[in-house]
């Protein structure tokens, strides 16, 4: 290595480049990122708001072999910075890069009027946790994900029995579930997000859900004309981005209607339901996903600093 690599800014972005850095980096990650191709790494940049300019690449020589991938918008009422991917290669850690890129960054960060880096970590990565926390960043709060086989939801009869424990959660009551499935746009989802009780992660917002290019698969679950839940699936990451259901009409089987209407929507190609940062404080929300089989995938902190 020629006197150690070089932050320097990633845009114009060379997606080939880029690519294959992000494939060397997350190459012995504990999730499997194998799958992840170049489309897909624009895909979710767009979704994120990754601003290249914004961003930064270490480079040993030509070779990228570091990135902290920046996306800028807002978060909590301001202006905010997320780390929508950082990535060294193996035989390149341990010479804090890391934080070198994150430095290399804040001063146009502020310069943007940026107040504040939110970033997502797995919880079973105790040495990159340590890293952000000397950098500055406390943990807000814990973060669920689960995956489900659409041919495991159980059929409607075994979801709406008197055996549901009373929660304030998504679960149905006993009884059929009487909601008719409509195709909406992604605007009519959003108009339900004040009902929802936690903020979204910066993964799973309201503007990610905007900003993704392409297609989003949006189901509404109707009582006559009035839509009383929804849900947003993006099919290319499978991922579902939001599901939600008003406060007042819980209960009912309306969250599980949607699912089950998601689920025969899906190719019979064997891939999962994901369902990433279920806010960890929601027991309904958990209970309401395990019951309907979702199998537990990964834990994240969310964590944030001031700038």
């Not at 006197?3 to 012995?28: I, S």
């Not at 040993?60 to 996306?71: E, H, Y």
């Not at 159980?154 to 709406?160: D, H, K, M, Q, Y």
């Not at 819980?250 to 806010?279: F, S």
Request: charged residues 25%; proline residues 6%; hydrophobic residues 45%.
């Amino acid at each position: 290595m020629s006197g150690g690599p070089d932050a320097l800014r990633l845009g114009p972005v060379e997606f080939d480049q880029l690519h294959t850095a992000f494939r060397d980096a997350f190459a012995d990650y504990s999730m499997d990122a194998s799958h992840v191709t170049e489309e897909n790494l624009r895909l979710r940049g767009a979704k994120n708001g990754v601003d290249y300019a914004a961003s930064v690449g270490a480079y040993d020589g030509d070779r990228l072999v570091g990135f902290l991938l920046v996306g800028l918008g807002p978060w909590r009422g301001e202006p905010a910075a997320f780390d929508a991917g950082t990535g060294i290669v193996p035989v390149y850690r341990g010479r804090g890069l890391a934080r070198r890129m994150f430095e290399h960054a804040l001063p146009g960060l502020r310069a943007r009027g940026v107040k504040r880096f939110v970033l997502e970590v797995l919880q079973d990565n105790a040495r990159a946790r340590r890293a952000y926390e000397k950098s500055g960043f406390a943990v807000t709060r814990e973060l669920r994900c689960y995956t489900l086989d659409p041919a495991a939801l159980p059929p409607a009869p075994l979801l709406s029995d008197a055996a549901v424990p009373p929660a304030p959660d998504l679960l149905p009551a006993a009884g059929p579930s009487l909601f008719a499935l409509r195709e909406v746009d992604r605007r009519q989802v959003l108009a339900l997000a004040g009902e929802a009780d936690w903020q979204p992660s910066w993964e799973c917002s309201c503007e990610a859900v905007m900003r993704l290019p392409g297609e989003l698969l949006c189901l509404g679950a109707f009582d006559g004309e009035d839509c009383v839940g929804a849900l947003a699936w993006a099919p290319f990451f499978r991922w579902l981005l939001t599901l939600v259901v008003r406060r007042d009409r819980r209960r009912r089987g309306a969250g599980t209607a949607l699912l089950r209407g998601l689920a025969e929507r899906l190719p019979a190609d064997g891939a999962k339901i994901n369902l990433l940062n279920v806010d960890a404080s929601d027991a309904g929300m958990r209970a309401f996903v395990e019951r309907l089989g979702f199998d537990h995938l990964v834990d994240q902190y969310e964590m944030e600093r001031a700038l």
